[in-house]
């Protein structure tokens, strides 16, 4: 875990340089020895953001402590949070709401972050929500449609999700190449950067063929064993 906070400490360091040809690099060959894929998906997502003045996170209210430190450190102007359930964070504006319908104008952002949540979009949620929320194959796509929706032009779109084999875990599917290719080209919006994953004793950089066959947990990994980065501009 200190390697994590110490990757943070760095990239605070640096965050208004123009890195955006760059972004977030793996530190070490044995970053995240047994860490869950959120030491790759934070500080990865979190390098590109810009000084952006409104910013939504999406499914904030299960986040982790430290992704909520991690982004309140950015000392963002107008930070919304929005998820099934309301949550107060210091630092965060909460809205209760449904990413596939959200309460806001169209272009009311600058950027927005969807953090490990598409995935559960449209699954069952009742081990985070007891509400009757409908279950949806397509919620996924109806939420990033909604995204690229609220992103105002040229603005930003960040999202992370367990990759690798396609699998419907119930919970959460796991994306395959295609799965994501048809997420991508429902948004609308325009691909910057993807960048892959593996877990085999700490996390990698990895190819599309590396990850073709890999499920949930392969390798000994806590959590996703695979993850795909994507970096869309509306």
Aim: aromatic share 10%.
């Amino acid at each position: 875990m200190t390697g994590f906070f110490d990757l943070l400490k760095r990239l605070a360091m640096r965050i208004w340089k123009h890195i955006d040809d760059e972004g977030f690099k793996l530190p070490d060959l044995q970053y995240g020895l047994g860490d869950t894929e959120r030491c790759v998906e934070i500080p990865w997502a979190l390098s590109w953001y810009r000084g952006e003045r409104r910013v939504l996170d999406i499914g904030y209210a299960n986040a982790e402590d430290r992704y909520i430190d991690s982004i309140n450190a950015l000392n963002i102007p107008e930070l919304y949070g929005l998820d099934l359930v309301g949550r107060s964070i210091p630092g965060i504006r909460p809205v209760v709401g449904d990413a596939r319908s959200m309460p806001f104008r169209d272009g009311a952002f600058d950027m927005i972050l969807c953090i490990s949540t598409l995935e559960h979009i449209g699954r069952d949620n009742t081990i985070y929500f007891n509400g009757p929320i409908p279950q949806d194959p397509e919620g996924d796509l109806s939420a990033i449609r909604e995204m690229a929706r609220i992103t105002r032009r040229n603005g930003k779109i960040v999202i992370t999700v367990p990759y690798g084999r396609r699998m419907n875990y119930g919970w959460f599917q796991q994306y395959d190449r295609q799965s994501l290719d048809r997420l991508i080209s429902a948004s609308g919006c325009r691909l910057i950067r993807k960048d892959l994953y593996i877990y085999r004793a700490g996390w990698h950089q990895a190819s599309e063929d590396e990850l073709e066959d890999v499920l949930y947990k392969d390798n000994e990994a806590p959590a996703a064993s695979g993850l795909a980065c994507i970096l869309l501009r509306r």
